[in-house]
């Protein structure tokens, strides 16, 4: 099964996304730099949040990208759209990914419940039972249609949720990638999109055939020719 909804990503927002979480790190480790808490750090969490919408926000600006901040009690979510307006992102780390897929019932919470029902019907890679098939979120729908207002009405009948999933280690972004979640909480498609990108701007290197290099390479198939005949005359 290809990634028929993710490859329909257009690259530039894939490179935004990848270059805003890069440039995030550097903008918390600067915080971290100037902040005079040595014993406890209580406020770097939301710190690196911060950081991560603040450069998020910034590029989506400067083109022309729609996003919006949704606020759930004391937290702040930043939402955003493809150029087409089918796709409607949401960002988390992976430890809090893989936490919420493995039990959603128990851990999923409402606006990321509501995300996913957007999903509802594609088909997953892996589908399995599961116990709680039948679960709803209570309120999801007005949770969704919340969410959605903030954003302008996509092309087609409704979004799709497309969820950015990264890794951190030592406060350098390590992963990026994409996934798309049935409302089973199932993976439907996933990608890799910071080693995509990385492998996008990684220079082709075309090995130099300079004349005497192909002269060099012409005598040594003549010289493997000439042995070939030699051998075949002493066999005769």
Not at 101 to 115: H, I, S, V
Not at 134 to 142: F, G, H, R, V
Not at 207 to 220: A, L, R, V
Request: hydrophobic letters at 35%; proline letters at 4%.
């Amino acid at each position: 099964m290809g990634n028929k909804i993710l490859n329909n990503i257009d690259t530039i927002t894939k490179e935004l996304i990848v270059d805003s979480l890069n440039n995030s790190a550097e903008l918390f480790k600067e915080f971290k730099m100037q902040t005079p808490f040595n014993t406890t750090h209580n406020c770097y969490p939301s710190a690196r949040w911060d950081s991560i919408n603040e450069t998020l926000s910034d590029s989506l600006r400067d083109l022309n990208f729609p996003f919006a901040v949704a606020k759930k009690g004391f937290w702040a979510l930043l939402l955003f759209c493809d150029s087409k307006k089918e796709i409607i992102f949401s960002a988390m780390r992976r430890d809090r990914f893989e936490y919420i897929c493995d039990n959603p019932e128990k851990n999923a919470p409402q606006y990321f419940d509501a995300l996913v029902s957007l999903n509802n019907g594609l088909e997953a890679k892996v589908s399995q039972m599961r116990l709680d098939d039948c679960y709803e979120a209570t309120d999801k729908y007005n949770q969704l249609d919340s969410l959605c207002k903030l954003l302008p009405a996509p092309s087609n009948d409704k979004f799709t949720h497309a969820v950015v999933v990264f890794d951190i280690s030592y406060d350098e972004i390590t992963s990026i990638k994409l996934y798309i979640v049935n409302n089973r909480f199932e993976i439907v498609e996933e990608e890799d999109i910071m080693d995509s990108v990385i492998r996008s701007r990684i220079p082709l290197v075309v090995p130099d055939k300079s004349p005497d290099i192909q002269n060099n390479d012409t005598e040594k198939r003549k010289g493997l020719v000439s042995l070939k005949k030699n051998v075949q005359k002493s066999e005769a």
